[in-house]
């Protein structure tokens, strides 16, 4: 073998390593490991199926093609993990999150498969909705959100996970003129709706329903 294929391999193999590595930090980040089961191996399972999956999102050409393969991996996923506390599958949502947030870690902040493919594929990219996101953006556009569920986990179709992921879009445009990438957005509203100030109580339906100035996404108890 020549030198310069034995660099090339190590290069490779390096290159392995740190996508396996970005994988298993997104999923650890994704703080969704704790509500899977452990006995069924959930976390090395979901790093087998997100780790083989990622060649195709890397060679997404559109969109379109790019949300295909996301909510066919979703779709199949769901039904081989188990949620640690029901005898129940995880729901679209809980897989959808997590593989969300893994996309994000690996293309968004570690640049794969490249610099440039990373910068395409980051447009692409959904923001990783938790409940209280759901919630913020539920008010802020009541008449969208009358058909979803109160929490992620009671997401468990595609259909209303695309009409979170519109909403999502359509705050974007509102508030900030469409220039902005998803995963930027997402640490944006992260931050906003953890915020004491936005939500002093415990979250709850009452608790936020409660609150007007939440809903018009206004700051509570806040001088002018």
Sequence with gaps: ???????????LLDE???LHTAVDI?????????LFRRKSKSKDTLHAEIYSELPR????????????????????????????????????????KTLDVVLKVVIYYSHFPNCTEAQKLSKWLN??????????????????????????KDVREKKTYDQVQQTV??????NHLDEILPSQL???LWAKVNKKSWFPARLSDSSV????????GERPNEKP
Aim: proline share 3%; charged share 30%.
């Design 26 to 34: 997104g999923l650890t980040v994704s703080t969704m490991m704790r």
């Design 57 to 96: 999102f890397f060679n997404a050409k559109t969109p379109d093609e790019f949300k295909k393969i996301h909510s066919k991996f979703c779709s199949q996923v769901m039904g081989k993990i188990w949620l640690a506390k029901e005898k129940k599958n995880a729901s679209y949502g809980q897989i959808a």
């Design 169 to 174: 879009s359509k705050y974007a445009k509102d």
């Design 186 to 188: 997402e640490d944006i």
């Design 16 to 18: 392995e390593m740190k």
């Design 127 to 152: 923001v990783a909705m938790d409940t209280k996101m759901m919630a913020y953006l539920g008010h802020l556009y009541h008449k969208d959100s009358q058909s979803w569920p109160n929490k992620v």
């Design 209 to 216: 329903t409660s609150n007007p100035e939440v809903i018009k």
């Design 1 to 11: 073998m020549k030198i310069s294929d034995e660099v090339d391999q190590k290069r």
